[in-house]
C-alpha cells in the first residue's frame, strides 16, 4: 500500500482530506474484513444484490437508477477496500467521494 507523504502545509485542504481517507479506509478494512467469515457473507451478499459484477441497465428509468444507486454503494466499498490513499484522496479532492 502507498502512503501519503505530502508537501501540502499542515492545516490544508490537501492534510485533512488525507486524514479523513486515512481513518475511513481504515474503519471499511475493520468493518469488512475478509479474514472474518460473517464479513465475508455480508460482501457476497451486497455483490449480488448490488450487481457488482454486471450491468444495471434497465428499460424502466426508475429501476434503472435504483440499481445504479445500488452499484454506487458497492463502489464505494471496493474503492475503500481496494484503492490505495493516493487513489482515494484523488477521488476525494475531484468531488467522487
Do not use: Y
Amino acid at each position: 500500500m502507498k502512503t501519503i507523504s505530502s508537501p501540502a502545509p499542515e492545516g490544508s485542504n490537501e492534510v485533512r482530506a488525507v486524514d479523513v481517507i486515512r481513518r475511513r479506509k481504515a474503519a471499511f478494512r475493520e468493518t469488512f474484513d475478509e479474514n472474518n467469515l460473517s464479513n465475508q457473507m455480508v460482501m457476497e451478499d451486497l455483490a449480488r444484490f448490488c450487481r457488482a459484477g454486471q450491468t444495471t441497465f434497465h428499460a424502466d428509468a426508475r429501476i434503472d437508477a435504483l440499481l445504479q444507486g445500488r452499484k454506487e454503494v458497492w463502489l464505494r466499498i471496493a474503492n475503500h477496500l481496494g484503492l490505495d490513499e493516493t487513489e482515494l484522496v484523488d477521488l476525494f479532492m475531484k468531488g467522487k467521494r
